[in-house]
């Protein structure tokens, strides 16, 4: 680019008229405004939502507290212990926290988890008004709905 060129573009401000015509673009482009508590977007398949453990066909926890997902958690947001119970083969879980505040979503819990027992759920109003309520207790894993809005808002809701 020569000199003058140079000089002329920078004079007539070539860069910001660009950057303008741009703005003024999406400005009178048709608006794309979804009206949430109405309708809600449907959501991605692979979207990430809270961390839910889910029941097998009898209703029995699909969780064998093998402590795979608290080993390779890189943040350590599970607390887990488990028992052996009589009518069972395998551990039952009797303490599963999980540390929401820590938690990054990166799924390697899922992914790891030998019966699928933790899942991501698509939930994603994630409204929180006390600090204690980002701790997942065992029995807190398994709400769903409107249940988990009322443990997380505490009765915000209403």
């Known amino acids: 680019m020569t000199g003058l060129a140079r000089f002329l573009k920078k004079f007539f401000l070539v860069d910001i008229l660009r950057g303008l015509l741009i703005t003024l673009r999406y400005y009178f482009s048709p608006?794309?405004?979804?009206?949430?508590?109405?309708?809600?977007?449907?959501?991605?398949?692979?979207?990430?939502?809270?961390?839910r453990l889910h029941l097998d066909a009898k209703g029995e926890p699909l969780c064998i507290a093998c402590l795979a997902c608290q080993r390779i958690c890189p943040t350590h947001c599970f607390d887990i212990a488990g028992e052996r119970v009589p009518q069972r083969k395998t551990l039952w879980?009797?303490?599963?926290?999980?540390?929401?505040?820590?938690?990054t979503f990166c799924g390697l819990c899922v992914e790891?988890?030998?019966?699928?027992?933790?899942?991501?759920?698509?939930?994603?109003?994630?409204?929180?008004?006390?600090?204690?309520?980002?701790?997942?207790?065992?029995?807190?894993?398994?709400?769903?709905?409107?249940?988990?809005?009322?443990?997380?808002?505490?009765?915000?809701l209403e």
Do not use: N
Request: include cysteine; aromatic fraction near 12%.
């Open 93 to 103: 879980p009797v303490r599963y926290d999980w540390k929401l505040e820590r938690c």
């Open 31 to 51: 608006k794309v405004t979804i009206q949430y508590p109405e309708r809600v977007r449907e959501l991605p398949p692979r979207y990430k939502g809270l961390l």
């Open 112 to 156: 790891i988890c030998p019966t699928s027992a933790i899942r991501f759920s698509p939930e994603f109003r994630m409204t929180l008004l006390e600090k204690d309520k980002v701790r997942f207790h065992y029995p807190d894993m398994y709400l769903e709905g409107e249940e988990l809005q009322k443990h997380l808002c505490g009765g915000c």
